[in-house]
């Protein structure tokens, strides 16, 4: 999303991805002119064969993200990097967007081939540009990898198991990341622990405690608008369990904790109105005791006056 703000042309198999002019209505936003995303499924043979030889025909500067990678460059299902050479970009316009001929060489600033600099041809007289000097792209696969920045590519990979990437392809990588989800924790939605992890790792596995390369980002709600994120537009929560709740000992420490903070303000609520009471029982008390102490003073008065009387008769 940052690339297309940005005015970049993004390549990608993303399945579900949504049109530039979709995007930009339902974001409420217009991207620079320059912007253009180009969406190359990989769930056919075509696509499939466009995918294995992206640096045939991915126009130059470009964002290339590929989805799912594991399903198109891993030994399982047969990819072989040693047999992936250069072919002419007429092979696959039949397979691409109608004016993507035109669009592909308005990419290149074509070199003035009677000016070249000295260090742009060798002792052959071989330049690096061919004969209308446009760059000329890599031979193979793996020097596509290899030298995707000559071409200003920026490649990311995505997959659920890493280590079915050729160690060739992981060798270039600048920056790997492993995400783990935490939606089965209510308060971790959409907040996944991202790992930075040593390229070279297969199984990658996020550390516990802290660590540098450990972080957690929360993902916008805007992502969401931008595909679709399943083929059955049916959305699930991941499948992992909240083990922590099926855990007896977990569940008995709850349990106690409950009944601890439970007993505490059982305890509370007695000594708070318990000392009202008390007190209002005193008071009372307090007040009975004066009125008896006035009935006896008063008795006693009576008493002696008519004591009195009777001596004067």
């Given at each position: 999303f940052e690339a297309l703000k940005a005015g970049r042309v993004v390549?990608?198999?993303?399945?579900?991805?949504?049109?530039?002019?979709?995007?930009?209505?339902?974001?409420?936003?217009?991207?620079?002119?320059?912007?253009r995303l180009i969406r190359i499924f990989s769930r056919d043979a075509k696509g499939i064969e466009l995918w294995q030889h992206f640096?045939?025909?991915?126009?130059?500067?470009?964002?290339?993200?590929?989805?799912?990678?594991?399903d198109i460059f891993s030994k399982n299902i047969g990819f072989r990097m040693d047999k992936v050479f250069y072919r002419p970009l007429s092979e696959f316009l039949p397979n691409l967007p109608k004016d993507y001929e035109s669009f592909?060489?308005?990419?290149?600033?074509?070199?003035?081939?009677?000016?070249?600099?000295?260090?742009?041809?060798?002792?052959?007289?071989?330049?690096?540009?061919?004969?209308?000097?446009?760059?000329?792209?890599?031979?193979?696969f793996n020097e596509g990898f290899m030298r995707h920045r000559k071409y200003n590519w920026d490649i990311e990979l995505l997959s659920p198991d890493w280590g079915q990437i050729d160690t060739a392809i992981r060798a270039c990588s600048e920056q790997c990341f492993l995400?783990?989800?935490?939606?089965?924790?209510?308060?971790?939605?959409?907040?996944?622990?991202?790992?930075?992890?040593?390229?070279?790792?297969?199984?990658?596995?996020?550390?516990?405690?802290?660590?540098?390369?450990?972080?957690?980002?929360?993902?916008?709600?805007?992502?969401?608008?931008?595909?679709?994120?399943?083929?059955?537009?049916?959305?699930?929560?991941?499948?992992?369990?909240?083990?922590?709740?099926?855990?007896?000992?977990?569940?008995?420490?709850?349990?106690?904790?409950?009944i601890c903070v439970g007993w505490f303000i059982y305890g509370l609520s007695g000594l708070v109105f318990g000392s009202s009471s008390e007190i209002q029982d005193a008071q009372a008390n307090s007040t009975q005791s004066s009125v008896s102490q006035s009935s006896s003073v008063s008795n006693k008065a009576d008493s002696s006056s008519n004591s009195t009387v009777s001596d004067g008769g």
């Open positions: 390549v990608t198999n993303i399945e579900g991805m949504q049109p530039l002019d979709v995007i930009q209505k339902r974001l409420n936003i217009e991207f620079p002119s320059t912007t640096f045939c025909w991915c126009p130059l500067g470009a964002l290339i993200v590929i989805d799912e990678c594991q592909f060489y308005s990419r290149y600033t074509p070199a003035d081939m009677s000016q070249l600099d000295a260090a742009e041809v060798d002792d052959r007289g071989q330049a690096e540009y061919d004969d209308q000097g446009r760059i000329i792209y890599p031979f193979s995400h783990k989800g935490r939606d089965q924790f209510f308060w971790a939605k959409r907040n996944p622990l991202i790992y930075k992890h040593p390229k070279n790792s297969s199984t990658p596995v996020v550390p516990k405690g802290k660590d540098p390369n450990l972080i957690n980002k929360k993902i916008p709600l805007d992502a969401f608008l931008l595909y679709k994120s399943t083929a059955t537009g049916i959305a699930r929560g991941a499948g992992a369990l909240n083990l922590l709740l099926y855990n007896p000992k977990v569940f008995l420490s709850l349990l106690l904790g409950l």
